[in-house]
Protein backbone atom coordinates (compact mmCIF):
# COMPACT_ATOMS: atom_id res chain seq x y z
CA UNK A 1 0.00 0.00 0.00
CA UNK A 2 1.14 3.54 -1.40
CA UNK A 3 1.37 5.49 2.03
CA UNK A 4 0.40 9.48 1.21
CA UNK A 5 1.82 11.94 3.26
CA UNK A 6 -0.42 14.50 5.10
CA UNK A 7 0.78 17.00 7.51
CA UNK A 8 -0.31 20.37 6.74
CA UNK A 9 -0.29 23.69 9.29
CA UNK A 10 -3.21 23.61 11.76
CA UNK A 11 -2.69 26.69 13.36
CA UNK A 12 -5.33 28.77 11.31
CA UNK A 13 -7.17 26.04 10.14
CA UNK A 14 -10.64 25.25 12.23
CA UNK A 15 -10.81 23.21 14.97
CA UNK A 16 -13.70 20.84 12.89
CA UNK A 17 -11.45 20.01 9.80
CA UNK A 18 -8.13 19.55 12.05
CA UNK A 19 -10.47 17.05 14.50
CA UNK A 20 -11.23 15.66 11.07
CA UNK A 21 -8.43 15.60 9.38
CA UNK A 22 -5.80 15.72 11.42
CA UNK A 23 -4.10 13.69 14.09
CA UNK A 24 -1.25 16.44 14.78
CA UNK A 25 1.24 14.54 13.78
CA UNK A 26 2.70 13.36 9.44
CA UNK A 27 -0.18 10.84 8.97
CA UNK A 28 -0.51 8.53 6.11
CA UNK A 29 -3.20 6.60 4.80
CA UNK A 30 -3.60 4.38 7.06
CA UNK A 31 -4.65 7.05 9.84
CA UNK A 32 -4.57 6.16 13.52
CA UNK A 33 -7.46 8.99 14.00
CA UNK A 34 -9.71 7.53 11.73
CA UNK A 35 -9.25 4.08 12.41
CA UNK A 36 -7.74 2.49 9.59
CA UNK A 37 -9.08 4.42 6.39
CA UNK A 38 -9.30 8.35 5.93
CA UNK A 39 -12.85 7.39 4.32
CA UNK A 40 -13.73 5.47 7.64
CA UNK A 41 -15.21 8.68 8.92
CA UNK A 42 -17.04 9.98 5.16
CA UNK A 43 -14.53 12.50 4.68
CA UNK A 44 -12.78 11.56 1.21
CA UNK A 45 -9.95 9.39 0.77
CA UNK A 46 -6.22 10.46 0.78
CA UNK A 47 -5.12 10.54 -3.50
CA UNK A 48 -2.08 10.37 -5.16
CA UNK A 49 -0.24 14.12 -5.73
CA UNK A 50 -1.70 14.41 -9.24
CA UNK A 51 -4.75 13.92 -7.88
CA UNK A 52 -4.73 15.96 -4.30
CA UNK A 53 -8.18 17.49 -3.91
CA UNK A 54 -8.91 21.31 -3.47
CA UNK A 55 -9.61 20.97 0.24
CA UNK A 56 -6.15 18.70 0.82
CA UNK A 57 -4.49 21.56 -1.41
CA UNK A 58 -5.51 24.08 1.14
CA UNK A 59 -5.21 22.10 3.85
CA UNK A 60 -1.32 21.97 2.96
CA UNK A 61 -0.64 25.55 2.29
CA UNK A 62 -2.39 26.39 5.69
CA UNK A 63 -5.49 27.49 4.22
CA UNK A 64 -8.89 27.56 6.12
CA UNK A 65 -12.64 27.66 3.98
CA UNK A 66 -13.47 30.66 3.40
CA UNK A 67 -15.53 32.59 6.46
CA UNK A 68 -18.74 33.93 4.01
CA UNK A 69 -19.96 31.09 2.36
CA UNK A 70 -23.26 31.00 -0.02
CA UNK A 71 -25.22 27.93 0.32
CA UNK A 72 -28.36 27.52 -2.47
CA UNK A 73 -30.90 24.95 -1.92
CA UNK A 74 -32.82 23.94 -4.63
CA UNK A 75 -36.41 23.17 -5.02
CA UNK A 76 -38.18 21.70 -7.49
CA UNK A 77 -41.24 19.71 -8.95
CA UNK A 78 -40.12 15.97 -10.68
CA UNK A 79 -41.67 14.26 -13.77
CA UNK A 80 -41.48 10.71 -14.94
CA UNK A 81 -38.62 10.61 -16.92
CA UNK A 82 -35.12 10.40 -14.98
CA UNK A 83 -33.33 12.15 -17.69
CA UNK A 84 -35.35 15.13 -17.65
CA UNK A 85 -34.96 15.79 -13.59
CA UNK A 86 -31.35 15.44 -13.90
CA UNK A 87 -31.12 18.05 -16.64
CA UNK A 88 -33.22 20.38 -14.80
CA UNK A 89 -30.92 19.58 -11.71
CA UNK A 90 -28.10 20.12 -13.73
CA UNK A 91 -29.42 23.79 -14.84
CA UNK A 92 -30.59 24.38 -11.27
CA UNK A 93 -26.64 23.63 -9.80
CA UNK A 94 -25.17 25.98 -12.87
CA UNK A 95 -28.01 28.91 -11.65
CA UNK A 96 -26.59 28.39 -7.92
CA UNK A 97 -22.94 28.59 -8.82
CA UNK A 98 -23.40 31.60 -11.42
CA UNK A 99 -25.29 33.43 -8.30
CA UNK A 100 -22.40 32.70 -6.19
CA UNK A 101 -23.66 29.60 -3.97
CA UNK A 102 -20.54 27.74 -3.65
CA UNK A 103 -22.39 24.74 -1.17
CA UNK A 104 -25.63 23.32 -3.28
CA UNK A 105 -27.80 21.04 -2.13
CA UNK A 106 -30.12 18.61 -3.78
CA UNK A 107 -33.68 17.64 -2.59
CA UNK A 108 -34.10 14.01 -1.68
CA UNK A 109 -34.61 11.22 -4.91
CA UNK A 110 -34.45 14.25 -7.03
CA UNK A 111 -33.98 12.62 -10.20
CA UNK A 112 -37.59 10.95 -10.35
CA UNK A 113 -40.86 11.26 -8.57
CA UNK A 114 -40.88 10.21 -4.88
CA UNK A 115 -41.36 5.88 -5.39
CA UNK A 116 -43.08 5.25 -2.16
CA UNK A 117 -46.68 5.95 -2.50
CA UNK A 118 -46.99 2.03 -3.27
CA UNK A 119 -45.04 -1.44 -2.83
CA UNK A 120 -43.68 -1.34 -6.54
CA UNK A 121 -41.42 -3.51 -7.32
CA UNK A 122 -41.35 -2.14 -10.97
CA UNK A 123 -39.81 1.30 -9.35
CA UNK A 124 -36.43 -0.69 -8.28
CA UNK A 125 -35.33 -0.15 -11.86
CA UNK A 126 -35.01 3.19 -10.90
CA UNK A 127 -31.84 2.81 -8.68
CA UNK A 128 -28.44 3.20 -9.84
CA UNK A 129 -25.18 1.93 -8.41
CA UNK A 130 -22.26 4.62 -7.02
CA UNK A 131 -20.59 5.65 -9.17
CA UNK A 132 -22.96 5.64 -11.76
CA UNK A 133 -24.53 7.96 -14.66
CA UNK A 134 -26.19 9.97 -11.42
CA UNK A 135 -23.59 10.50 -9.48
CA UNK A 136 -20.74 10.84 -12.82
CA UNK A 137 -23.08 13.67 -13.93
CA UNK A 138 -23.51 15.33 -10.06
CA UNK A 139 -19.12 15.01 -9.85
CA UNK A 140 -19.13 16.55 -13.49
CA UNK A 141 -21.35 19.66 -12.45
CA UNK A 142 -19.14 20.42 -9.01
CA UNK A 143 -16.19 19.80 -11.26
CA UNK A 144 -17.52 22.52 -13.63
CA UNK A 145 -18.86 25.14 -11.37
CA UNK A 146 -16.22 24.75 -8.84
CA UNK A 147 -18.90 24.45 -6.09
CA UNK A 148 -19.35 21.02 -3.39
CA UNK A 149 -22.58 19.21 -4.26
CA UNK A 150 -24.90 17.25 -1.87
CA UNK A 151 -27.01 15.39 -3.92
CA UNK A 152 -29.59 12.54 -2.79
CA UNK A 153 -30.62 9.31 -5.19
CA UNK A 154 -32.06 5.55 -5.19
CA UNK A 155 -28.68 3.40 -4.58
CA UNK A 156 -28.41 0.04 -5.87
CA UNK A 157 -25.94 -1.25 -3.44
CA UNK A 158 -26.29 -5.15 -4.73
CA UNK A 159 -29.13 -7.31 -6.56
CA UNK A 160 -31.91 -7.36 -3.69
CA UNK A 161 -30.04 -4.29 -1.75
CA UNK A 162 -31.13 -0.99 -2.00
CA UNK A 163 -30.43 2.16 0.00
CA UNK A 164 -31.94 5.89 0.02
CA UNK A 165 -28.04 7.39 -0.24
CA UNK A 166 -26.93 11.04 -0.23
CA UNK A 167 -23.45 11.30 -2.16
CA UNK A 168 -21.35 14.75 -1.32
CA UNK A 169 -18.97 15.56 -3.81
CA UNK A 170 -15.69 17.95 -3.47
CA UNK A 171 -15.65 20.93 -5.90
CA UNK A 172 -12.52 19.35 -8.07
CA UNK A 173 -15.72 16.87 -9.11
CA UNK A 174 -14.01 13.95 -6.56
CA UNK A 175 -16.70 12.11 -4.45
CA UNK A 176 -15.98 12.67 -0.84
CA UNK A 177 -18.11 9.68 0.26
CA UNK A 178 -21.65 9.06 1.28
CA UNK A 179 -24.58 8.71 4.08
CA UNK A 180 -27.19 5.82 3.49
CA UNK A 181 -30.54 6.90 5.50
CA UNK A 182 -31.05 5.73 8.92
CA UNK A 183 -34.24 5.81 10.17
CA UNK A 184 -36.82 4.26 7.75
CA UNK A 185 -40.07 6.01 7.70
CA UNK A 186 -43.35 3.52 7.31
CA UNK A 187 -45.98 5.44 7.03
CA UNK A 188 -49.23 6.00 4.70
CA UNK A 189 -47.56 6.73 1.22
CA UNK A 190 -44.37 6.86 2.40
CA UNK A 191 -44.01 3.12 2.53
CA UNK A 192 -40.38 3.49 2.46
CA UNK A 193 -39.36 0.36 4.60
CA UNK A 194 -40.45 -1.62 1.31
CA UNK A 195 -37.41 0.01 -0.89
CA UNK A 196 -34.61 0.79 1.63
CA UNK A 197 -32.48 -0.95 3.97
CA UNK A 198 -31.38 1.35 7.23
CA UNK A 199 -27.99 2.26 6.59
CA UNK A 200 -24.81 1.05 7.64
CA UNK A 201 -22.69 3.77 7.68
CA UNK A 202 -23.21 5.97 11.13
CA UNK A 203 -23.79 9.69 10.97
CA UNK A 204 -21.39 11.03 8.40
CA UNK A 205 -19.76 14.70 8.13
CA UNK A 206 -17.31 15.50 5.28
CA UNK A 207 -14.68 18.23 5.57
CA UNK A 208 -14.66 20.34 2.52
CA UNK A 209 -13.50 23.46 0.88
CA UNK A 210 -16.31 25.47 2.24
CA UNK A 211 -16.32 23.84 5.47
CA UNK A 212 -17.20 20.75 7.42
CA UNK A 213 -20.58 19.60 6.05
CA UNK A 214 -22.88 16.48 7.61
CA UNK A 215 -25.60 15.32 6.09
CA UNK A 216 -29.03 13.43 6.86
CA UNK A 217 -32.01 12.32 4.70
CA UNK A 218 -35.71 13.37 5.45
CA UNK A 219 -37.09 10.96 8.32
CA UNK A 220 -33.52 11.40 9.94
CA UNK A 221 -34.61 15.32 10.19
CA UNK A 222 -36.86 14.27 13.53
CA UNK A 223 -34.38 12.62 15.13
CA UNK A 224 -32.50 14.63 17.74
CA UNK A 225 -29.59 12.13 17.98
CA UNK A 226 -28.73 12.42 14.37
CA UNK A 227 -27.38 16.33 14.37
CA UNK A 228 -25.60 15.98 17.68
CA UNK A 229 -23.53 13.28 16.21
CA UNK A 230 -22.77 15.08 13.65
CA UNK A 231 -21.95 17.92 15.47
CA UNK A 232 -19.74 16.13 17.86
CA UNK A 233 -17.65 15.18 14.67
CA UNK A 234 -17.41 18.95 14.22
CA UNK A 235 -20.43 19.27 11.62
CA UNK A 236 -21.11 22.94 10.74
CA UNK A 237 -23.31 22.80 7.92
CA UNK A 238 -26.28 20.20 8.58
CA UNK A 239 -27.68 19.23 5.12
CA UNK A 240 -30.98 17.36 4.71
CA UNK A 241 -32.47 16.36 1.67
CA UNK A 242 -36.70 15.99 1.88
CA UNK A 243 -39.47 14.80 0.13
CA UNK A 244 -42.27 15.71 2.55
CA UNK A 245 -45.50 17.20 1.63
CA UNK A 246 -49.43 16.73 2.74
CA UNK A 247 -52.22 14.20 2.38
CA UNK A 248 -54.84 16.31 0.31
CA UNK A 249 -57.72 14.83 3.39
CA UNK A 250 -55.58 16.67 6.10
CA UNK A 251 -53.92 19.87 4.82
CA UNK A 252 -57.01 21.78 5.96
CA UNK A 253 -56.92 20.51 9.34
CA UNK A 254 -53.25 20.20 9.75
CA UNK A 255 -51.53 21.69 7.32
CA UNK A 256 -49.90 24.72 8.88
CA UNK A 257 -49.29 22.14 12.31
CA UNK A 258 -47.11 19.44 9.89
CA UNK A 259 -45.21 22.37 8.05
CA UNK A 260 -44.38 24.41 11.11
CA UNK A 261 -43.77 21.20 13.48
CA UNK A 262 -41.11 20.19 10.42
CA UNK A 263 -39.76 23.70 10.03
CA UNK A 264 -39.06 23.99 13.87
CA UNK A 265 -37.73 20.63 14.72
CA UNK A 266 -34.58 21.44 12.22
CA UNK A 267 -34.27 25.01 13.54
CA UNK A 268 -33.75 23.22 16.70
CA UNK A 269 -31.26 21.53 15.80
CA UNK A 270 -29.20 24.49 14.71
CA UNK A 271 -29.92 25.99 17.69
CA UNK A 272 -29.02 23.26 20.15
CA UNK A 273 -25.71 22.60 17.98
CA UNK A 274 -24.55 25.93 16.91
CA UNK A 275 -25.06 25.02 13.49
CA UNK A 276 -26.27 26.15 10.25
CA UNK A 277 -29.07 23.82 8.49
CA UNK A 278 -30.13 23.96 4.73
CA UNK A 279 -33.01 22.11 3.95
CA UNK A 280 -34.32 21.23 0.53
CA UNK A 281 -37.37 20.10 -0.10
CA UNK A 282 -39.44 19.21 -3.37
CA UNK A 283 -42.57 20.83 -4.25
CA UNK A 284 -45.85 19.94 -5.96
CA UNK A 285 -48.31 17.48 -6.64
CA UNK A 286 -47.40 13.36 -7.14
CA UNK A 287 -49.95 11.37 -7.14
CA UNK A 288 -51.80 11.45 -4.18
CA UNK A 289 -49.12 13.88 -2.14
CA UNK A 290 -48.93 17.82 -2.38
CA UNK A 291 -45.03 18.30 -1.40
CA UNK A 292 -44.99 21.54 0.64
CA UNK A 293 -41.46 23.16 -0.72
CA UNK A 294 -41.12 25.65 2.17
CA UNK A 295 -36.88 24.92 1.73
CA UNK A 296 -34.97 27.03 3.96
CA UNK A 297 -32.03 27.89 5.36
CA UNK A 298 -32.06 28.36 9.31
CA UNK A 299 -28.52 30.02 11.07
CA UNK A 300 -26.83 28.72 14.41
CA UNK A 301 -29.24 31.14 16.48
CA UNK A 302 -31.83 29.27 14.30
CA UNK A 303 -32.81 32.58 12.37
CA UNK A 304 -34.61 31.68 9.04
CA UNK A 305 -31.88 33.19 6.52
CA UNK A 306 -34.01 32.19 3.49
CA UNK A 307 -37.17 30.47 3.02
CA UNK A 308 -39.04 29.02 -0.40
CA UNK A 309 -42.36 29.48 -1.12
CA UNK A 310 -44.88 26.29 -0.89
CA UNK A 311 -45.84 26.01 -4.48
CA UNK A 312 -43.48 26.68 -6.75
CA UNK A 313 -39.67 26.05 -7.75
CA UNK A 314 -37.31 27.93 -6.47
CA UNK A 315 -33.17 28.28 -6.10
CA UNK A 316 -32.57 29.22 -2.88
CA UNK A 317 -29.21 31.59 -1.65
CA UNK A 318 -28.22 32.38 1.77
CA UNK A 319 -24.86 33.47 2.92
CA UNK A 320 -23.54 31.84 6.31
CA UNK A 321 -20.75 33.57 8.09
CA UNK A 322 -18.59 30.36 9.69
CA UNK A 323 -17.58 32.53 12.21
CA UNK A 324 -21.11 32.81 14.13
CA UNK A 325 -20.53 29.25 15.12
CA UNK A 326 -17.95 30.05 17.48
CA UNK A 327 -19.53 32.93 18.08
CA UNK A 328 -22.76 31.52 19.15
CA UNK A 329 -21.52 28.08 20.91
CA UNK A 330 -18.92 30.02 23.09
CA UNK A 331 -22.66 32.52 24.13
CA UNK A 332 -24.77 29.47 24.44
CA UNK A 333 -22.02 26.71 25.83
CA UNK A 334 -23.99 23.53 24.96
CA UNK A 335 -21.59 21.34 23.78
CA UNK A 336 -19.85 22.74 27.31
CA UNK A 337 -22.11 21.44 29.51
CA UNK A 338 -22.91 18.39 28.27
CA UNK A 339 -23.08 15.66 31.15
CA UNK A 340 -21.62 12.56 29.18
CA UNK A 341 -21.27 10.83 31.88
CA UNK A 342 -25.18 10.86 33.10
CA UNK A 343 -26.37 9.78 29.09
CA UNK A 344 -25.41 6.42 29.23
CA UNK A 345 -29.54 4.95 29.25
CA UNK A 346 -30.36 6.83 25.78
CA UNK A 347 -29.06 3.67 24.19
CA UNK A 348 -31.91 1.79 25.35
CA UNK A 349 -35.18 1.26 23.56
CA UNK A 350 -37.28 2.26 26.66
CA UNK A 351 -36.14 3.10 30.15
CA UNK A 352 -38.83 0.69 31.96
Partial sequence: ???????????NIPKAIVNLLCCGSDCVRECPLTNGAMGNLGIGFMTKASETSILESRLHHGQSPPSQISVAAVQMTCCEDKQTNLDKALVRIGEAASRG??????????????????????????AEPIPGPITD???EAARKHRVVIVGSLFERRAAGLYHNTA???????????IYRKMHIPDDPLYYEKFYFTPGDL????????????????????????????????????????????WLPDEKEAYGTSQWSAWETMMRSHAIANGAFVIAPNRVGLEGKLQFWGASFVADPNGNILARAPHDEEATLLATCNREQIDAVRTHWPFLRDRRVDAYGEITRRFID
Fill in 137 to 139: ALA
Fill in 167 to 177: AVFESDGSLLG
Fill in 202 to 245: GFRVFATSVGCVGVAVCWDQWFPEAARLMALQGAEFLVYPTAIG
Fill in 101 to 126: ASLICLQELFHGTYPCQSEDHGRFSE
Fill in 1 to 11: MESYQFAPRTD
